[in-house]
C-alpha cells in the first residue's frame, strides 16, 4: 500500500467517525429538545433534557478536530501521491535504479512530508504549536536526507545555492547565520552507520555565509583523510576579525551549543568513532565545550593552530568517549604559535606545551596559519587519529 493511500484510508475513517459523532450530537439536541415538550412535568425531563445537551455539545468538539485531522490527512495525501508519480516517472526515465542522488532527495521529501504531517496532527490534538526545529537533536530519529530537505525549506537563498552547489552535503541545522552540514568523502553518500564521523570547527570570520564554501571544502578533505563523514559545523557567530578574537564570550556560548550538537550525533551514531577538530578560534570553542558541566562527546579531541586551550591541562577536559585522547599540532611558522605560552595566554595555556598533556604529531608541519590544510602530514595522522591507530 502506498503512503498516498494510506493517508487517504485513514483520511476516510476519520471522516466517517466525524460524521458519526455529529449525527449523534444532532440525535441528542434533538431529543433534549423534545423532552421539553413533550408535556411530561417535574424535574425530571428537564434535567434529562439539560444532560442530553450537555452530552451533544461535548461530542461536538471532537467531530470537529476529527474534521480538521481527515483534511490534514487529505492534504499530505496529495503531496505524497504527486511525489510518488514523481519518484515513479523518475525510476522509469532511470532505468529501474533505486538510489540515485533525486530518488534519494525524493524518498528524503516523503519522509519529511511524514514527520511534518506528524507534527501537525500533535499540534492540532494538543492545541501547542510546537516551535520550529533548530538543533539536530530536534528531528529525533529522523533520516538525514530529510532533514536536509526540511532545512532546505526554511533556509535562505544563499543556503539553498550552497546546497546546490554541493549536492553531496546534507543540512542538519540552519538558522540566521549559522550552517551545520554532513560532508561525506568524495564519491560517497552519507553512510548511515559509519565508523567514524569528524566534526570541524573553524574560527575567526567563519560565521560570514562567503566564508562557508571554504569550510565545506576543508569538511569534505577531512572526509576523504578519515574515510568518513566529517561535519561542517559553522554554528556560531564567529568573531570576524583577529582584533575581534581576543573576546571569549562568543566561544563560551558556542561551546555549549557544540557540545548540544555532540551529544545528539553521539545519538544518531552510536557506534561511531568520533572526533572534533578544533581550528584557530575553534579550538576555543572545542575547549570550551569540553570544559562545559555536561563536557563533550568526543573520542578524540584535536585543537589546531590554537590561540589557547581554555583548560590548564588534558585532564581538565571533560571528554566522553572510548579512553578520549587530546591532540595538539602548531605550525613551526604559525604566527598563532606566539598568542599562547606554556604558562598561559588570552585564551589558556598552549596546548602543544609539552606540560600541557595532549599527544603531539608525530611529523611537523611547516607554514603559516592556512597551511595545514596543504599538507598531507597534517591529514595523514588526523586519519589515523579517526580510526583509532594513532595512539595516546
Known sequence: MTTSLALRRAAGALDTASGTLSKRSERL???????LWSGLSGEAPLVASRNLQHYARQLDPEAQQMRLAAGLLHTYAELHARLEDLEGRAVLALGGAAATPLLIALRGIGDGLDWACARSID??????????????????????????????????EFVQELARANSDIR??????GRMVAIVPPPGEPVAT?????TTFIEGVGSAEPEKWQRTIDRTRQIAQATGGPAIAWAGYAAPPGLAHGVHAEPAQRAGRDLSRFQRSLRQRYPEARQTVVGYSYGSVVAGSAATQPEGLAADDLVLLGSPGAVAESARDYRLHGDDPQVHALTAKGDPIDAVASPWGGIHGPDPTSRGFGASPWPDPVYGDHGSYFSDPRFFSHLGDIARGKAGG
Open 29 to 35: 439536541t434533538h431529543d433534549g429538545a423534545a423532552l
Open 123 to 156: 499540534a492540532l490534538c494538543t492545541g501547542t504549536l510546537p516551535e520550529p526545529p533548530k538543533w539536530l537533536g530536534d528531528f529525533e530519529d529522523l533520516g538525514v536526507d530529510a532533514i536536509h530537505e526540511l532545512n532546505l525549506v526554511t533556509s535562505s
Open 193 to 197: 552507520e559509519p565508523a567514524s564521523i
Open 171 to 176: 543540512l542538519l541545522e540552519v538558522s540566521e
